[in-house]
């Protein structure tokens, strides 16, 4: 009877494809998980009540300590007559473990797993490894838990999850496979949405997918983000892109325009509707000039005639 522990994204377990009941406690549920991301080595009981009621009396930590235990137990072994000898916990009077050969299945263990043997294999091998470790990550390690042990741990597989991310995307491309590459750009903003060079290579990609109009929009997301984030404008070598990506969809919209079925009389009307527009901003732009120097010899009048307040009213008008 395998259990199956989920950590990634929240806390689930499951026994023989049926969900297990959920733990009494939040801290039943993060000493357990605690228990699993520690795995390799049993822990003193001094150091598991230091870490979790690092602020009670020894004596009652000890005590809640062993109450969580048994609270844990309670939902993870299944009946004796099935449970056998191979407890999900070894527990000791001095300390207290993760049996990791009880047969359970942990998605942290598994991604881990993956992402060094990745780092070992040659391509094909490498990526085909990485692939099943980023499907392993289902969202960041625990992600209701803030706890300085978790954020510390979460950190570190999130590292490792952006960098399975970044590998693919590389390979992805260099294979034309642009919209995988994509989506692991994608996928590493959203753990880390400042990371300008990823927006860059999320532009680079759509341009070589023939979708200017998608790096358009990336290129100011990136700008937004930016600005109200950090209050910082792009980097040069991120403006520099937005040259070929507006050469590249001046050039698609052309090309659009050419393919269509337009007929040339709705062409031509097209064209005049265009002069007709134009020409009406060219007057709106003539009269607004007149109007504003007209604003500004009425200015010079008035400070001339020593009525500040009049001055100070118009120059707030023409400031507008």
């Not at 806390?11 to 991301?37: C, I, N, Q």
């Not at 991310?165 to 390979?171: D, R, V």
């Not at 996928?187 to 358009?216: F, K, N, S, W, Y």
């Amino acid at each position: 009877m395998t259990l199956r522990v989920k950590l990634f994204g929240s806390l689930e377990l499951e026994r023989d494809g049926r969900p297990l009941a959920r733990f009494a406690s939040r801290k039943s549920g993060e000493l357990f998980a605690y228990l699993a991301l520690n795995r390799k080595a049993p822990l003193t009981r001094e150091h598991l009540a230091g870490v979790f009621w690092g602020d009670s009396a020894e004596e009652r930590a000890r005590h809640t300590l062993n109450t969580t235990l048994w609270r844990i137990n309670r939902v993870l072994e299944p009946p004796r007559s099935a449970a056998g000898e191979r407890g999900y916990l070894r527990i000791t009077p001095q300390h207290i473990g993760f049996n990791v050969a009880s047969g359970v299945w942990l998605d942290v263990a598994e991604f881990e797993s993956r992402c060094e043997l990745a780092e070992q294999s040659e391509a094909p091998t490498r990526y085909a490894l990485y692939s099943q470790a980023a499907n392993l990550y289902r969202g960041d390690l625990l992600a209701d838990c803030y706890e300085d042990w978790c954020i510390v741990e979460r950190e570190r597989l999130q590292g490792l999850y952006v960098r399975a991310l970044a590998q693919l995307m590389a390979y992805n491309s260099s294979r034309a496979e642009y919209d995988l590459a994509i989506d692991c750009a994608r996928r590493i903003l959203t753990c880390d949405p400042l990371r300008e060079e990823v927006h860059r290579d999320l532009m680079r990609l759509h341009l070589h997918a023939g979708q200017p109009a998608a790096a358009l929009r990336q290129y100011r997301q990136c700008e937004d983000m930016l600005r109200d984030e950090l209050g910082v404008e792009p980097a040069p070598e991120t403006r520099a892109l937005l040259t070929p990506i507006l050469g590249a969809t001046s050039t698609r919209d052309a090309t659009l325009l050419r393919r269509s079925s337009a007929t040339p009389r709705d062409l031509v009307a097209v064209a005049a509707k265009i002069q007709d527009l134009s020409a009406a901003c060219d007057a709106a732009q003539a009269q607004l000039l007149e109007a504003m120097t007209l604003l500004r010899e009425l200015t010079a009048e008035l400070r001339s005639e020593s009525r500040p307040v009049a001055v100070h009213a118009l120059e707030r008008a023409a400031a507008r």
